[in-house]
């Protein structure tokens, strides 16, 4: 069983250019949630998306930065108009469910860098 | 605000000992806290589960405690290996249908030969 697959894992941009990162979930979880870590710091949530919804992306910041999951294909973070303080490392993870105990599994993350 | 603290200084101990990590938080009632383990560019892995009702949860090596009134949690391993070594995170989620569990920063533990 194929766990969570994030690519690119490692990404360069310089400012002003566009981020796209891919996550395909583990096999028949539809749950998708999308973490930012910085250095010395833990995991901020930013969205959770379920096939074709945003369920909550309070965690995500209003600008430049969308998400989406749709009915086929990966979910994407999308960063638009990258800055340096946009450097670090995201992770997806997946669920079968949404409840408290669902255990969520990570990728191995996307290490953002903006030059 | 919310706040996890977890000890941001490494901890090395020796092979064979008990590894205890702590993980305290402020202004936070969590119904659930977890722990995870996280190696050097990898994504975290899952261990272990605890609900604010259970004091304590055992997994073959490891041991969880829940202290809700001294708003902390310990996290054990037992007879403790070099492959132990990585970075231990905890995270709590409250009962309002949240699946946004909040992460501490992690304790590195070193495990020595």
């Known amino acids: 069983n194929a766990g969570v697959m994030q690519n690119p894992r490692h990404l360069v941009r310089r400012r002003g250019q566009e981020a796209r990162l891919r996550c395909s979930p583990m096999?028949?979880?539809?749950?998708v949630y999308w973490y930012r870590q910085l250095p010395e710091e833990g995991l901020k949530f930013m969205v959770y998306l379920q096939k074709e919804n945003i369920i909550d992306e309070s965690g995500m910041p209003k600008e430049r930065f969308s998400a989406e999951f749709p009915k086929e294909g990966p979910s994407i973070l999308r960063i638009q108009q990258v800055v340096r303080g946009d450097s670090a490392a995201y992770f997806c993870?997946?669920?079968?469910?949404?409840?408290?105990?669902?255990?969520?599994?990570f990728g191995p993350g996307t290490r953002l860098t903006v030059l | 605000s919310q706040k996890i603290e977890q000890n941001s200084e490494a901890l090395n101990i020796q092979e064979g000992k008990t590894a205890t990590l702590t993980c305290n938080y402020t202004?936070?009632?969590?119904?659930?806290l977890q722990w995870y383990r996280q190696d050097p560019g990898r994504g975290p892995v899952f261990l272990l589960l605890i609900r604010e009702n259970e004091k304590e949860k055992r997994k073959e090596r490891l041991k969880v405690t829940f202290d809700t009134t001294l708003k902390q949690s310990l996290f054990h391993i037992t007879a403790s290996q070099p492959a132990d070594s990585a970075t231990y995170l905890c995270?709590?989620?409250?009962?309002?249908?949240?699946?946004?569990?909040?992460f501490g920063t992690g304790t590195r533990l070193k495990v020595l030969a």
């Open positions: 096999k028949g979880h539809s749950h």
């Open positions: 993870a997946s669920s079968p469910g949404r409840g408290n105990t669902d255990t969520q599994y």
């Open positions: 202004n936070y009632s969590p119904a659930y």
């Open positions: 995270a709590l989620a409250s009962t309002s249908g949240t699946y946004k569990y909040i």
